[in-house]
């Protein structure tokens, strides 16, 4: 396989001797699409005044084979297809963060795992 390579870039580079010399220093285009973080930022789902605190959400990618903990099953990002999950916390007011084991699909499996 490492031959095929070695041919490969060696017929670009003919190709490019052999160009006009305005196309021999054109820009390789690369893809722009990057892997995402394993992390997203935190986001406010939810406020209780009278509690005093907020639930929120992180979506987790690299999950591997992880499940809902609620009803079993993961969702997809819509263009590459890359499995992903939720992490949950809770915030009160006092700046104190909880953290909700487990990663689940929506926040109403978080809700009927935890009761929260």
């Known amino acids: 396989m490492r031959r095929d390579i070695t041919i490969i870039t060696e017929r670009a580079h ?6 006009p010399v305005h196309m021999q220093d054109a820009p390789v285009r690369k893809s722009t699409w990057k892997q995402p973080a394993e992390c997203g930022p ?3 789902v939810n406020r209780d005044p009278f509690a005093r605190q907020s ?3 992180q979506r987790r990618y690299n999950i ?3 499940d ?3 009803c079993g099953q993961s969702k997809h990002t819509a263009v590459r297809r890359l499995p ?3 992490a949950y916390r809770v915030v009160p007011d006092s ?22």
């Open 42 to 44: 935190w986001i406010q």
């Open 68 to 70: 809902c903990r609620g």
């Open 95 to 116: 700046g104190r963060t909880y953290d909700i084991r487990g990663l689940y699909c929506s926040i109403s499996c978080m809700r009927s795992a935890h009761i929260c």
């Open 55 to 57: 639930v929120e959400r």
């Open 14 to 19: 003919l190709r490019t001797q052999n160009a």
């Open 84 to 86: 992903y999950l939720y």
């Open 64 to 66: 591997g084979n992880a």
